[in-house]
């Protein structure tokens, strides 16, 4: 078997993680979810729910990773006794099969942002950019296979060469182009009511049922968690780094980049709305979502006369980037067990895999709405806090806790001095499957 592939550099494992997590769920899914819940209310609960239940969570994924060193199913193998052999493959291959139906979401999703960008670019060229911006099969087809064939090009180059080399390379690019876009947003007339809505918390919604279920799956979705991600992201960590400080660092991270996606749709919300666009139904509620990414903010971008054009491509190029580096980190999964497992050289494996996922997007695309709402729900609503809680029965319950905690201590010799070391192990054993538990009665009841 050809060696393992390893991150390069602390830095690279950040960037490549923190591109992960940072995605359509944090510039998408956020700023949305901010709007229609209180404001600041759900920044406040999304914020607590990241320290106290996605960050351990984050934790064990990182920790069974980097201990076995290996692809998802094997991993989570190595941590289990054999009386917990069924329940390790099932937890794996069930993560698998998540990352999978993500992946097959995602990527159309993606696609119109591509298409989105492309569409502005024709603007800017003089051209007409209607079929790029109108719903049709053909174009979800197209992008969406243009959006795979990127992904799969650059997980088919592996670690080093495919995944860190894009990943260090795009993170900087997305950050840059979010600051810019909130500098220019801030300044246009209506920005300011945004502002205000946005930091100021309707602390009586804090305890809504609905507003903690929202902040629940946010939390995991955006630091993608209970699917192996994490985990084969933490398999290609050096024996030599301080986990638990890398890790807050990638939750950090994508706390920040969720908050700054916040100061650039909310604003630019209330802007379309000064300049005449309805962005709250008669009842008061906010728009559908997808209505608002692809119909409020470009007819906001086409009232700013000659730079709209200019802001649209940036901002379809910042959803596009954040996508891309999220969805390697999904298609890698399962190519890293075809591979490791399966004895499938990388590429054809990333090829194959990859156009497997495909075809399903496919399905969902000749099928429409309902198939793509039951995808999303079961995936990420359902499988990815159950798949959750199993991580955390692995890591508190079944794995020796010896070796739990050398593993623990490999790169950060002071570990023993943190409070992290006295509460995590416990931690999530027995407080992590509560919550999760505990909120997802609550949805569902
Ligand atoms: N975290 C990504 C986002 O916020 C989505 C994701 C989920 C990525 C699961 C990988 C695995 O968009």
């Not at 007339?189 to 009586?204: I, K, N, T």
């Not at 794995?399 to 992290?420: I, N």
Request: net charge neutral; aromatic share 12%.
């Amino acid at each position: 078997m050809a060696a393992r592939g390893e991150f390069s550099s602390r830095t690279a494992f950040v960037l490549a993680a923190s591109g992960s997590a940072i995605g359509l769920g944090n510039i998408w899914g956020f700023p949305i979810k901010v709007a229609s819940n209180g404001g600041g209310a759900f920044v406040f609960t999304y914020i607590i729910l990241t320290f106290l239940l996605a960050y351990p969570i984050l934790m064990a994924e990182l920790v069974i990773g980097r201990y076995a060193k290996s692809d998802t199913v094997r991993s989570v193998n190595a941590v289990s006794t054999p009386g917990f052999r069924p329940l390790a493959f099932l937890t794996g291959y069930w993560g698998m099969l998540t990352a999978s139906l993500i992946l097959s979401f995602y990527a159309i999703v993606a696609g119109w942002m591509v298409s989105h960008g492309i569409g502005a670019v024709a603007e800017l060229l003089g051209q007409s950019q209607t079929w790029f911006v109108a719903d049709s099969v053909a174009r979800s087809i197209l992008f969406s296979a243009v959006f795979y064939v990127l992904t799969i090009a650059i997980v088919a180059n592996g670690v080093a060469s495919g995944i860190e080399k894009w990943s260090t390379r795009l993170m900087p690019v997305l950050i840059l182009l979010i600051i810019a876009l909130i500098i220019y947003i801030a300044m246009q007339p209506g920005a300011a009511e945004g502002w205000r809505v946005y930091l100021q918390p309707d602390f009586s919604k804090v305890l809504e049922p609905g507003l903690v279920v929202d902040a629940l799956s946010q939390a995991f979705f955006s630091l993608s968690l209970g699917v192996g991600t994490m985990m084969i992201y933490g398999s290609y960590v050096s024996k030599s780094e301080n986990l638990p400080k890398l890790g807050a660092t990638v939750a950090g991270m994508d706390i920040g980049i969720a908050v700054l996606a916040g100061m650039l749709v909310i604003p630019a919300m209330y802007v379309a709305q000064h300049n005449g666009v309805v962005i709250y139904d008669d009842a008061g509620n906010l728009i559908e979502s997808g209505r608002l990414i692809f119909n409020v903010l470009p007819s906001l971008f086409d009232t700013m006369g000659g730079a709209g054009a200019v802001v649209a491509m940036l901002f379809f190029a910042l959803m596009s980037i954040a996508a891309l580096t999220s969805s390697i980190s999904m298609l890698e999964v399962p190519v890293a067990y075809a591979s490791e497992s399966r004895g499938i050289q990388r590429k054809k494996a990333a090829w194959l895999v990859g156009s497997g996922i495909f075809a399903f997007s496919l399905v969902i695309i000749f099928n429409a709405a309902w198939l793509f709402d039951w995808v999303v729900r079961i995936a990420t609503e359902f499988s990815e806090p159950l798949i959750g809680i199993l991580f955390c029965v692995f890591v508190g319950w079944v794995w020796q806790r010896d070796k739990l905690l050398q593993e623990l201590k490999q790169g950060s010799p002071h570990v023993e001095r943190t409070l992290f070391w006295k509460i995590w192990p416990t931690y999530v054993k027995f407080v992590c499957p509560l919550i999760v538990i505990g909120l997802l009665i609550r949805s569902f009841g």
